[in-house]
């Protein structure tokens, strides 16, 4: 059974720094694309950031680019996700995805995890 | 970027009835995927590369469409497809973009 656990979330001040962590079981991680995806509260679902298979593409849209890091360690099945110069509206709950193979569609989401940026 | 507009963005249907919520992205794509959502919930894959239904999903579910233009259509409504649904494209062109998503409830 596929399951992705995120953690690290929380409460962080507005310019603070948080880093997020996923970690993946039940499928061959090395193999599969991997992405970040979130949802400020009551809203809808917003692409943070995907990495490929090795780590050596990472792919991001504007509103994160330069803030935010995607990066995998393939030996301990884990995905992270480093948020830099945090901002009020990057709070939202944060998904682990699996990409179904590469740059696509997302075939496993994890709970999710809240960030809450305030001061 | 690619923009994803769904519509309605809210609608009730009764049990039985015959449901289409329609995704328009701004530039063609080559396939659209869709997401429901419970309150509460991670997102499931529903229905991918346009018209493959996710695994589990009743087949009283389709999607359809080509170029800027795909819907997903419930044949008969029931009442545990109450939910909030999301269309997703991803083209070698453009960022991986959601639609605002389209809720929809029991009449």
Known sequence: EVQLVESGGGLVQPGRSLKLSCAASGFTFSNYYMAWVRQAPKK???????????????????????????????????????????????????????????????????????????? | EIVLTQSPTTMAASPGEKVTITCRASSSVSYMHWYQQKPGASPKPWIYDTSKLASGVPN?????????????????????????????????????TFGAGTKLELK
């Open chain 1, 44 to 119: 809808g679902l917003e692409w943070v950031a995907t990495i490929s298979t090795s780590g050596s593409r990472t792919y991001y849209p504007d509103s994160v680019k330069g803030r935010f890091t995607i990066s995998r360690d393939n030996a301990k099945s884990s995905l992270y996700l480093q948020m830099n110069s945090l901002k009020s509206e990057d709070t939202a709950t944060y998904y682990c995805a699996r990409h179904a193979g590469s740059y696509d569609w997302f075939a496993y989401w994890g709970q999710g995890t809240l960030v809450t940026v305030s001061s």
């Open chain 2, 60 to 96: 009283r579910f389709s999607g359809s469409g080509s170029g800027t233009s795909y819907s997903l259509t419930i044949s008969s409504m029931e009442t545990e497809d109450t939910a909030t649904y999301y269309c997703q494209q991803w083209s070698s062109n453009s960022p991986i």
